[in-house]
């Protein structure tokens, strides 16, 4: 053993060499200085027992210091441009640095190692490493203080548990080890680059360099989190924060990551895309910096929360679900912009509000629901993709509406459009429920509303420009159509939904049902013994309906009618229009009232029969 004691120092006049091959080496309670900056190294060797140093280079700083044992023990070795490297599982005598620049921050350094880690006897002394723009290599950290790392590429291959961890380089970081890290204030790292093999608990996480996943990584922090440059890796990555999470950079977009999720907190987001190879869910409410594209490359996308900002937000889940919150919800100053979801199935399970023309497309090949809040649109609304569309809510679209699906009805629902057209696919309602359409710019384009076997409540129509409309059918719900309608097929009214005995509802048309040229639609109009008012022209001379059915109780004419084919007219009371002409058929008109009066012009081919009951 070699034990060196003395109260005033060694000063190094040469390089310096102590070897210990039976023993420990010993010269903590002595400082060791060198005689000209970086003039003298020291080497310290014990192959069996343990290697302590104490103070060395403070005063005037040596050149390489190089200690090896089966354990060692420091506190402060500064070098002048001379490489410190520490074998044997190291121990912290007091707060330590490790400087190799003689605390020159612009001075290039030397390497430091400690590839066996390092450890605190007591007290939670901290460690400083600063190696210049040269390298430092770091094993496991263990019960430290403070841990602050200055250095070029530095690596650490153990997990860290700490005070806090403060780490800046002018080059890459490596974490090559998957032992977490954990430390309870602060974890900051700056860099060109960090790879991140474990997962960081701490107060607050800073991390300002682009991330490679080397595997699965959580990232946690009681506080708040910002990570300002990309992550990418094929692995998971977890994010969890006591207040906001700040994502200033693309996520995916080198490598995919095979999952993303975000459990708690809130999220700053200012990424243009976020792509995965899996799952992407995103709990808590979003606050957009930046337009962003959210692709899973098929696996599922969730967002829980309230998104808001200016921005627009596109979604791919492929032919994976996309469940998602609200957008915009809070306030108008919060309202997003464009919104695009791709997807099997698509819930959209809270309020949507877009400004500044946002638009929503929705492309879903299984169900679409909107069942849980309204949307309201400053562009307009497209669905497509092949999927029913499940829906309850009202919308309403400064723009056009578009559902090229099936849309099955589970509610009363209000759609409206401002300067674009609305256009539906068939409406199948799973409930005698009111139905409204507006287009107060546009026309109405849809194709059967309700059926015998599943009719609709009321129903209300009104739009700018014609309108092609398919049968209305409705339960006892009333009928009232404001817009100009053109029709090529057979084309029902009816209030009964079929039933003969029912009392049905009042019907309206308010403006004029045209014909398609070549067309000889059968038009027939049932309210039951409820009211039929019919204001428009029916067909014309030159493009008249097929035939022309008409039942109710009071049965009101207020213009002409033609046809090619019969015109049958029976109502409890009748009021004609100016000109009945069926061109190829016969006229029948029955009921109370139904003598005609002055003026009434009746033409037909076939007979005209009157009978007043």
């Keep these: 053993a070699i034990n060196m004691s003395s109260m005033y120092g060694v000063d190094l006049a040469c390089d310096a060499s102590l070897t210990s091959t039976s023993g420990a080496l010993n010269l903590g309670a002595t400082s060791v200085n060198g005689t000209s900056s970086g003039g003298q190294s020291l080497t310290l060797e014990s192959s069996v027992d343990k290697v302590t140093l104490g103070s060395c280079g403070t005063v005037a700083p040596l050149g390489a210091v190089a200690l090896t044992g089966a354990s060692t023990a420091f506190s402060t070795i500064v ?62 950290v263990d ?61 607050n996480i800073d991390i300002e360099a682009p991330i490679t996943l080397t595997s699965t990584v959580s990232l946690s922090a009681t506080d708040a989190m910002t990570l300002l440059s990309s992550v990418d890796g094929a692995y998971g990555c977890t994010l969890n924060g006591g207040s906001d999470i700040t994502l200033n950079a693309d996520i995916g977009t080198l490598q995919r990551l095979t999952s993303f999720s975000v459990p708690s907190t809130g999220i700053v987001f200012k990424p243009k895309n976020l792509y995965t190879s899996g799952p992407i869910s995103l709990t808590p409410d979003i606050v957009l910096r930046e337009s962003i594209s959210v692709s899973s490359n098929g696996g599922a996308i969730t967002l829980e929360g309230d998104v808001t900002g200016l921005y627009s937000m596109f979604f791919d889940a492929g032919s994976s679900e996309v469940l998602v919150g609200s957008f915009g919800s809070r306030s108008q100053s919060s309202f997003v912009n464009s919104l695009s979801f791709k997807g099997g199935k698509v819930t959209l399970g809270g309020e949507i ?126 009928i009232d159509v404001d817009a100009q309608l053109r029709v090529s097929s057979d084309f029902t009214l009816d209030s009964t939904a079929g039933n003969t005995s029912a009392p049905g509802a009042s019907i309206s048309l308010r403006q004029d049902l045209q014909v398609e040229s070549g067309a000889t639609p059968t038009v027939t109009v049932t309210a039951g013994s409820s009211e039929v008012r019919l204001e428009g022209t029916i067909g014309t001379s030159t493009d008249p309906v097929g035939a022309l059915t008409v039942s109710g109780g009071s049965v009101v004419f207020l213009d002409t009618v033609a046809a090619s084919g019969d015109l049958t007219l029976t109502g409890e009371s009748l009021t004609y229009s100016p000109s009945f002409l069926s061109k190829n058929g016969a006229i029948e008109i029955s009921g109370a009232g139904a003598l005609p009066e002055q003026g009434s012009t009746f033409q037909a081919l076939g007979d005209i029969q009157i009978d007043s009951v």
């Design 79 to 140: 070098t002048s441009a001379g490489s410190i490297d520490v074998s044997g599982s190291a121990e912290l005598l007091l707060d330590a640095r490790l400087d190799t620049t003689n605390g020159v921050s612009d001075l290039s350094g030397a390497s430091i190692s400690l590839p066996d880690g390092v450890s605190s006897s007591s007290d939670l002394h901290g460690l400083t490493c600063d190696a210049g723009s040269s390298s430092i290599t770091l094993g496991a």
């Design 143 to 203: 019960g430290l203080g403070l841990v602050t790392l200055i250095g070029g590429a530095i690596e650490s291959s153990g997990g860290i548990k700490a005070l806090g961890a403060l780490i800046e380089a002018s080059g890459a970081v490596t974490f090559s080890s998957s032992d977490a890290i954990v430390v309870s204030d602060d974890f900051s790292a700056t860099a060109q680059s960090v790879s991140l093999s474990p997962s960081i608990t701490a107060t």
């Design 353 to 478: 509000s877009t400004a500044s023309e946002g638009n929503l497309t929705i492309q879903n090949s299984s169900t679409l629901s909107i069942e849980e809040a309204s949307i309201s649109l400053a562009g307009s609304l497209s669905q497509s993709g092949g999927g029913g569309v499940s829906l309850s809510q009202n919308i309403s679209a400064s723009g056009g509406i578009s559902f090229s699906d099936t849309i099955n009805v589970k509610g009363p629902v209000n759609l409206s459009s401002g300067s674009g057209d609305l256009v539906l696919s068939t409406v199948n309602p799973e409930g005698v429920f009111a139905l409204s359409l507006l287009s107060a710019g546009g026309a109405i384009t849809a194709q059967n509303l309700g059926s015998n076997a599943a009719p609709l409540g009321a129903v209300s129509l009104g739009a700018f420009s014609p309108s092609d409309i398919g049968n209305i059918i409705t339960q006892n719900g009333s």
